[in-house]
């Protein structure tokens, strides 16, 4: 059977891969001041990171929208057996009902909540590519999905909050109060919701150590095929830290280097790095 995967510009996954399995990529919506552009597209992170460093608000994200939804669906599904979309978790965003209510004219499409985003979404629609390659038949694959969207194990440690505050997503006093201890916050995907985990003090490249570290010393319950570091433009140095945990902590056969896209950059700020990976289930 022909099955078309589509997911949206939050997965975070690397040309490489997108190409290689065929995924189409629906671009969210990044409003910059009076404009509503187009992630990746029109829009880089670079771009938001220049333009709250010149003095401007915090970039927001919009979903897909029901109409996007359509048009892809109407393009996409004569010529497929199924459609399979992945969306970013619907606690972060519409995408999930907006896809929802456009494929109700398509009984070939169905529509998954990743539960997650960035890469944790990311290895989900992998997941998905990888099964249609193997023939799976689209009822399953879509039930196989939704067992296995609590598997991705996503997490970012952030070296500021000041984007998470003034999105709102923290309170002034708490993003004070980090600052001025060094600290170093872990944020974390449980349930398709964001969690603040334990907090680190150190510089940036000793914390992102840390923290990557920990996250898998010990494990038995992690699958070794690959792991994500995502980071939107972070300090080079922390990047190496983070291989360096993964390479004496882990025993995985691919690692990957990706850059967080708008929707991370936009609530989480540049010098941000995520490890993420799947645990077996």
Known sequence: MKIKIVTDSTCDLPVELLERYEITV??????????SLLAGIEITPLDIFRYVDGGGAICTTAAVNITEYQRCFAKLCPC????????????????????QA???????????????????????????AEMAEQGLPPDEIAAEL??????????????????????GRCSSATALGANLLHLKPCIEVRDGKMTVGKKYRGTFPKTVYQYASERLSGRTDIRTDRVFIAHPDADPEAVKAAVQAIQEYGQFSEIWLVRGGCTVSCHCGPNTVGVMFMRKG
């Open 26 to 35: 629906l671009p969210l919506h990044i409003t910059k001041g009076d404009e």
């Open 80 to 99: 497929y057996d199924a459609v399979i979309v992945m969306t970013i978790s619907a606690e972060f965003s519409g995408c999930f009902q907006n896809a």
């Open 102 to 128: 456009a494929a109700a004219d398509y009984p070939n499409v169905a529509v998954i909540d990743s539960c997650s985003l960035s890469c944790g979404q990311g290895m989900i629609v992998l997941e998905a």
């Open 146 to 167: 939704r067992r296995r969207v609590s598997l991705p194990e996503a997490s970012f440690l952030l070296d500021r909050l000041d984007y998470m505050q003034k999105g």
